[in-house]
Nanobody, 115 residues
């Protein structure tokens, strides 16, 4: 079965950086569209960034110029590099995979931006 396992979250000061990783298994990773979502307390889950099987990416406006999504098909892993973090980036970050028309989710990793 498809499994997605996120890592790399934690506490970081405003202006800092983190890199999230999501290791996928149980699927042909290279053909899946991968994404990162986040959900802040009291808010709905929102798409942060996505990357297609061909490597095309899109980011939500609030993270453009600060966050970069990438993938390593040899490692079955998708990354989210985050720079210039702000307190409003605090959320649980979820990895997603769209694979043969089905959506799969990881359990999430918490990112807290605070001084």
């Amino acid at each position: 079965q498809v499994q997605l396992v996120e890592s790399g979250g934690g506490l970081v000061q405003p202006g800092g950086s983190l890199r999230l990783s999501c290791a996928a298994s149980g699927m042909k990773f290279s053909i899946a569209t991968m994404g990162w979502y986040r959900q802040a307390p009291g808010k709905e889950r929102e798409l942060v960034a996505a990357i297609t099987s061909g490597g095309s990416t899109n980011n939500v406006d609030s993270v453009k110029g600060r966050f970069t999504i990438s993938r390593d098909n040899a490692k079955n892993t998708v990354y989210l590099q985050m720079h210039s973090l702000k307190p409003e980036d605090t959320a649980v970050y979820y990895c997603s995979a769209t694979y043969y028309g089905f959506d799969y989710w990881g359990k999430g990793t918490l990112v807290t931006v605070s001084s």
